[in-house]
């Protein structure tokens, strides 16, 4: 009975985490460019009362064994790095990436970060820059005069000036890649580090040899949180966690008429 409240209270605790989870993603239905993440789960140690395949005689051997779970717990939340819908705006900032890909951001720490949100602005150099104004790397500056502002699906970044009616071209995105995303380190703000697990990333231009997505101006990327669905998975969470309550409950009052059974 012992191991039934340790077990049962491991259940509880890893449905809290899946229940943090599901609120998580919820939290972010309306964030461009997020990622959701799917809580995933794996058994504990088991106590072994009759290893499997032991001998039981001389010339037989234990068909299954006996072994005993200690319980569960969350391992990880892997990020789903599936494409979400577009959204199309008024911005000429604005973009998303049709495929695998991330826009790469030059934090003040001089490191870089990498994002799938494509709402950029203008600072006041005319550095396009993220919602923190952490510019866009390689950086790409705008005249203050430039009217009418073009992203080619390559990532080129032209401009026309007044009484011009040539383009002149401003620089080129270049997007990055990584062979594992679902290892990349979430560090908010959008922004995703590098690890050992991700490996290192690989640049290139969009829409070329290595991969890449293109680039679509005038759009962004939604969410990929399908709210229906954490909805059910909120549901049977917190089924999950009533029943492992109810096996505490049960362990409890079983123990309690053992106490009873001297009086």
């Known amino acids: 009975m012992i191991r039934a409240l340790y077990s049962a209270a491991s259940g509880m605790t890893a ?3 899946n229940v943090d ?35 039981s005689g001389q010339q037989t051997t234990v068909p299954t064994g006996l072994q005993v779970g200690l319980g569960t717990r969350a391992s990880s939340n892997e990020i789903l790095f599936t494409q979400g819908s577009f959204a199309q705006t008024d911005n000429p900032l604005d973009m998303v990436i049709q495929g ?14 990498y994002t799938r949100s494509g709402a950029f602005h203008l600072d006041k150099d005319g550095n396009i820059v993220t919602q923190d104004g952490n510019p866009l790397e390689p950086q790409i500056t705008l005249p203050s ?11 080129t970044v032209s401009y026309t000036l007044p009484n011009q009616a040539a383009a002149q071209q401003a620089g080129q995105i270049q997007l990055a890649t990584f062979v594992n995303p679902a290892g990349l380190n979430s560090i908010g703000g959008n922004l995703y580090l590098p690890t050992d697990s991700s490996g290192d ?9 290595e991969g890449l ?6 759009y962004t990327e939604q969410s990929n ?13 917190q089924r999950g966690y009533e029943a492992n309550a109810k ?17």
């Open 15 to 17: 449905q809290q985490m």
């Open 21 to 55: 989870n599901i609120a998580h993603n919820l939290a972010n239905a309306n964030t461009t460019g997020y990622k959701t993440r799917r809580a995933q789960f794996q058994d504990l140690l088991y106590q072994t009362v009759v290893q499997p395949g032991s001998a």
């Open 100 to 113: 695998k890909g991330f826009f790469q951001i030059r934090r003040p720490s001089g490191e870089l970060a």
């Open 145 to 155: 005069a430039a009217l009418q502002i073009s992203i080619g699906q390559d990532g």
């Open 201 to 209: 990333p690989t640049v290139g231009t969009p829409g070329g040899q």
């Open 213 to 218: 997505g293109s680039v679509l101006q005038g």
């Open 225 to 237: 949180v399908s709210v229906v669905e954490e909805f059910i998975n909120l549901i049977v969470a």
């Open 247 to 263: 096996v505490v409950k049960a362990a409890d009052e079983m123990y309690q008429q053992v106490n009873n059974l001297g009086r």
